[in-house]
């Protein structure tokens, strides 16, 4: 089947650890984003990566760090300097159709809790 | 719009009504936008689309239309169930070469039996 995984899908961390959250992708897809969502609230977008070891900053990249080495892999590691990092995480991934942008495929999420 | 933490609205309606849901968006340079629903502890789903070059587009119970004079997406679900009930998530896509896509804050929707 094809589609996006996110693993693993709980995750615990202890304050001032760093931990790195999978995203795997076998759609092909060329764009691969990170988005964090809190409780109740929207979707900010983190990182993304339109190619192969080219990524961007998103809106609250401070305190995250991403890798693009291959097509189908964006991981994403929260380091000890994200102050509050408790939060469901979420993985996507879009591609072009015909120069236009597509909607982008979600995996299932990772809620991460700091304890 | 640009997701900014505020907590979501909510619209409640009871089954079998239709449902209309809006979002205002934020870039006027933006031509492609989408409707997502996420359930509890889920990842968000593809409802509908629409470019820029259209005003109306209809799927199997909903319909989204775009006012661009505004900045003004909506989403129309007909004939409301029970199972609608999730958060619902607007998006808008710039087409400038980046796939950067700017989520707006989501409404929840709760359908009474």
């Known amino acids: 089947d094809g589609g996006i995984t996110q693993s693993p899908k709980y995750l615990f961390r202890k304050e001032g650890q760093n931990v790195t959250l999978s995203c795997e992708q076998n759609?092909?897809?060329?764009?691969m984003y990170w988005y964090r969502q809190d409780p109740g609230q929207g979707l900010r977008l983190i990182y993304y990566?339109?190619?192969?070891?080219?990524?961007q900053k998103g809106d609250i990249a401070e305190g995250y760090s991403v890798s693009r080495e291959k097509k189908e892999s964006f991981p994403l590691t929260v380091t000890s300097a994200q102050k509050n990092p408790t939060a469901f995480y979420l993985c996507?991934?879009?591609?072009?159709?015909?120069?236009?942008?597509?909607?982008?495929?979600f995996g299932q999420g990772t809620r991460l809790t700091v304890v | 719009g640009e997701s900014v933490g505020l907590h979501l609205p909510t619209l409640s309606v009871q089954e079998g009504d239709n449902s209309i849901i809006n979002c205002a968006y934020s870039?006027?340079?933006?031509?492609?936008f989408i409707w997502y629903k996420q359930e509890s502890g889920k990842g968000p789903q593809f409802i509908i689309d629409?470019?820029?070059?259209?005003d109306k587009r209809q799927g199997q119970r909903v319909t989204v239309l775009l006012n661009k004079t505004v900045k003004h997406l909506s989403l129309q679900i007909a004939a409301t169930q029970p199972g609608d009930s999730a958060v619902y998530f607007c998006?808008?896509?710039?087409?400038?070469?980046?796939?950067?896509?700017?989520f707006g804050a989501g409404t929840r929707l709760f359908v009474k039996a």
């Open positions: 990566s339109q190619i192969v070891n080219d990524f």
């Open positions: 629409i470019r820029s070059n259209m």
């Open positions: 759609l092909n897809h060329d764009a």
């Open positions: 998006a808008e896509n710039l087409n400038t070469g980046g796939f950067k896509t700017i």
């Open positions: 996507a991934s879009s591609y072009r159709d015909r120069g236009w942008n597509t909607e982008a495929f």
């Open positions: 870039n006027s340079a933006s031509d492609y």
